[in-house]
């Protein structure tokens, strides 16, 4: 897919297509008002105020229509300067863009608009000269978008759309837009049954079903076998913590808005917690520890909650309730570099493991102008930064910097990864800390006999249980490894009235060995059973019939394969094992 912002012509198509967009909505309705229409990675929106008026994906054909009207049309384009007062008396209706006027410079502003014809709208520009340079678009969907991102404010109507120089250069974005939709966690989720959301639930607050819970359980165990062997101690928190606890840690004054409102019950205040941090830093303090103690590791399946916006709520790749991997590492300075490889190695076995090579390391650094995000203590940040860049470059470890996106209280290693749907995002994160250990006036006594200060190192290896999760769905379009799918074997019965006895043996053999299997007993036809195996996408159907019963074996059928293998029933219940074991990946 070639890009679209960075592309000068690509910018400057699709910013004259939702130009387009715009002036077709004003023929359909009339009455419709417009905030802005910017070109973004994945091609444009607009942001509309159509009042009562509600579209659907159904009538953006309706729009598409419009719009190649107007093209075909051949309607010039003209950039019209104006005076500030000339910009407000023309758009003096509509209270969106008064608003965008009002807050330009008042010192001689020339403001440019773009006029086809009947339709006009402030832009910088710039634009094509005529409508008939934009033919090849495609309207992709409308969501909600509050005005100016503000949820206090109304919500007005978004429509995406995308603009290429050719057909040829549209209908290849068109396929990928059309893989990605088959690869999107939430589809694979509904179709596999792997979780649900409810509005009356809430919006951000999914529910795994059976299967999905299945997967969750795996990836918990996983990752805490890897965590335990390495000598992490793991714990069990409340959901809740007070006020207090938050003003604490520093929280509530750098985070609060992303919080769910505080909870006033018998004279004090309580928070769902939006992270276990402060939790762990209690935990730590219960008692006294000496050097000799240090480095101490814990670990937390931990339930978050954070408020995020309806319009950033997505799956569980990113909701209002989700499960961090957390862990808090309480180290002596000297132990800092040492740890912190750790964990990147740990980042990375476990890469090794899933087969994830597209990412990206990026040490987020604070902003120093700042001065209200971040823990004021210039030699504090100083330092940590340094920690994270020598251990990084002596690990030989490629990464970008980034101002202004540390924690309030410490620098970190975030990873991301590009999944195969939408935007890179950050899977893994190790975090260096100075500031909390200090506020919760943690202490280890050290070989003097002095009381000291320890480090921690907040560490996240699969990022949250949920992301990871909707990362691998769509990674292997639901195709999971044995290890991981929550239906591991489907068996079939050529005849239920010959062959059933034999597969409800085969059935109990492989349930008493813990592998995860169905019996498919339906009166149906075997290439309806076998299909329906397909679309599941269970890793190995077996399909027993008489030379199976006869000869006491298994014939089998991989995912996505129409080859069939026979096995004497151990040989077998032992590939099984050796793969789940393994946990090698998909097929």
């Not at 985070?255 to 004090?268: D, S």
């Not at 740990?346 to 995000?373: A, H, M, N, Q, W």
């Not at 349930?511 to 007993?521: F, P, Q, S």
Request: hydrophobic share 35%.
């Amino acid at each position: 897919m070639k890009e679209i912002k960075s592309n000068e012509r690509l910018n400057m198509l699709n910013h004259s297509c939702a130009h387009l967009l715009a002036h077709a909505i004003k023929h359909l309705y009339p009455n419709a008002k417009y905030w802005v229409g910017p070109v973004i990675d994945t091609g444009f929106y607009y942001d509309i105020d159509l009042g009562d008026v509600t579209l659907t994906e159904e009538d953006l054909p309706k729009i598409e229509k419009e719009m190649k009207k107007i093209s075909k049309d051949n309607k010039l384009i003209k950039r019209v300067e104006l005076s500030k007062s000339e910009a407000l008396d023309m758009f003096k209706d509509d209270e969106y863009k008064i608003d965008l006027i009002s807050r330009m410079d008042e010192n001689d502003t020339i403001i440019s608009a773009y006029r086809q014809e009947d339709f006009i709208d402030l832009c910088r520009g710039p634009h094509v000269n005529s409508t008939k340079e934009i033919k090849y678009f495609h309207l992709l969907k409308v969501s909600g978008a509050y005005w100016k991102g503000d949820a206090k404010n109304k919500m007005l109507q978004r429509i995406y759309g995308v603009c290429y120089e050719n057909e040829e250069d549209l209908n290849e974005y068109m396929q990928e837009l059309e893989e990605a939709k088959q690869r999107d966690h939430r589809k694979i989720g509904k179709d596999l049954e792997i979780f649900m959301s409810d509005d009356l639930i809430g919006r951000g607050l999914p529910m795994f079903l059976p299967n999905g819970y299945i997967i969750w359980q795996e990836l918990e165990n996983y990752i805490k076998g890897k965590e335990r062997n390495l000598g992490y101690q793991h714990v069990l928190t409340p959901c809740v913590g007070t006020v207090d606890l938050y003003k604490t840690s520093g929280h509530w004054d750098h985070y609060k808005e992303n919080m769910f409102p505080a909870m006033e019950l018998e004279g004090e205040s309580f928070v769902l917690r939006p992270m276990n941090c402060p939790h762990h830093m209690m935990i730590y303090s219960n008692k006294l520890h000496s050097y000799k103690d240090l480095p101490i590791r814990i670990g937390e399946i931990a339930h978050d909650f954070r408020f995020e916006a309806s319009g950033a709520v997505k799956g569980i790749e990113r909701g209002r309730h989700f499960c961090q991997n957390d862990a808090h590492l309480f180290v002596t300075p000297e132990q800092i570099k040492s740890e912190f490889k750790n964990v990147v190695d740990l980042i990375f076995d476990v890469y090794k493991d899933f087969g994830i090579t597209d990412y990206r390391c990026v040490l987020s650094l604070r902003d120093p102008e700042d001065k209200e995000k971040y823990h004021p203590d210039d030699e504090m940040w100083n330092k940590a930064e340094n920690e994270l860049r020598e251990v990084l470059n002596e690990l030989g470890i490629e990464y970008t910097e980034e101002i202004g996106e540390a924690a309030f209280y410490g620098p970190k290693l975030d990873v991301n990864v590009k999944p195969a749907v939408g935007n890179e995002y950050t899977l893994s994160t190790c975090q260096l800390d100075f500031c909390l250990p200090a506020k919760f006036d943690l202490k280890y006594i050290d070989s003097n006999g002095e009381k000291k200060t320890p480090v921690v190192l907040h560490r996240a290896i699969l990022g949250s249980l949920d992301r990871f999760m909707a990362y691998i769905l769509e990674e292997t379009k639901g195709n999971l490894p044995l290890w991981l799918a929550p239906r591991q074997i489907n068996i079939i019965p050529v005849n239920n009235e010959y062959h059933l006895e034999y597969a409800n043996k085969i059935y109990d053999l492989l349930k008493e060995n813990n592998i995860r299997v169905e019996l498919d007993n339906r009166d149906e036809k075997l290439s309806y059973k076998m299909r329906e195996s397909v679309i599941a996408k269970i890793p190995y159907t077996l399909i027993l019939g008489d030379k199976e019963r006869d000869n006491e074996t298994i014939s089998y059928r991989l995912r996505g394969s129409n080859e069939t293998y026979n096995l004497s029933i151990d040989d077998f219940i032992n590939l099984i094992k050796s793969e789940i074991i393994n946990k090698e990946r998909s097929r």
